[in-house]
C-alpha cells in the first residue's frame, strides 16, 4: 500500500511524461496546440521541484519548501495557456470575452495576494486561485462543448475534442476540492489529495490520445 501512495506521490511528475514520449514521437502538432506544448515542459519542471522541495526538505527548506508558491505558480500558468489554447481554436463564439477573462483573472490574482493571501504561504497554496482557475476552465470546456453541439450533431473526436476531455475531467474532479482545501483536516486533505492525482493521470493520458490522434494530419 505503501508503494501505491509513493507512485501516486509522484504522478504529477511522471504522468507528465506520457504525453511527452508521445510528442517526442509525433513532433508535429497542430499549432493551436502549442500552449499545451509549452505547460507540459512547464508543469514538469515546477512538478518535479514540488516533489524534490517536499521529499528532501530538510536538506534545504528554504530553497524550494515550503512549496505552496509552487503550486500557485503552476496554477496561473495552466490558466494562462490553457486560455491561449480556447483562443487558438478560434471557435467564433465569446471570442472578445475569451481574450477579457484572463486579463481579469490576473488582476484579481495580483489584488489576492497583495492584500488577501500571501503569495509565498508556509500554510497552504491559494485554494481561491485554484479553484477561480477550474471554475473558469470549466466555463472554457462547456463553451466549447455547446458550440460542437451546434456545429455538429455527433462529435468528431479530433485532437481538441480529446484536450478538451482532458481538462474537463481534471477541473471537474479538482474543482470542489480546491474550492473547500483551506477548510478540510488534513485527512481529508491527503485523501482529497489522492484523487486528485489519479485525476491529473487520467488528464496526461487524455492529452497523449489528443497528441496521438493529431499525428500525421499536419
Known sequence: MELIYTILDWSEVWALLIPLVVL???KKQPG???????YLWVALFI?????????YKHLNPYLIYPNNYLYN?????????FSNFFIALKQPSLVTLKKVIPLIILFLAILNFIFFEPFFSSV?????????????????CLQYYLFKLQEEHVFQKTADYWMVTAL????????????????L???????????????FIIFCIFIAKAFYVSRNRY
Open 24 to 26: 517526442l514521437k509525433f
Open 32 to 38: 493551436y496546440l502549442k500552449p499545451i506544448i509549452i
Open 47 to 55: 512538478d518535479l521541484a514540488i516533489d524534490i522541495g517536499f521529499k
Open 73 to 81: 505558480i503552476h496554477s496561473i500558468l495552466r490558466f494562462i495557456l
Open 124 to 140: 497552504s497554496f491559494s485554494s481561491r486561485l485554484l479553484a477561480t482557475e477550474a471554475g473558469v476552465l470549466l466555463f472554457y
Open 168 to 183: 474537463s475531467i481534471y477541473v471537474v474532479f479538482n474543482f470542489p476540492f480546491f474550492l473547500l482545501y483551506s477548510s
Open 185 to 199: 483536516e488534513v485527512k481529508f486533505q491527503v485523501f482529497w489529495w489522492n484523487i486528485h492525482n489519479v485525476s
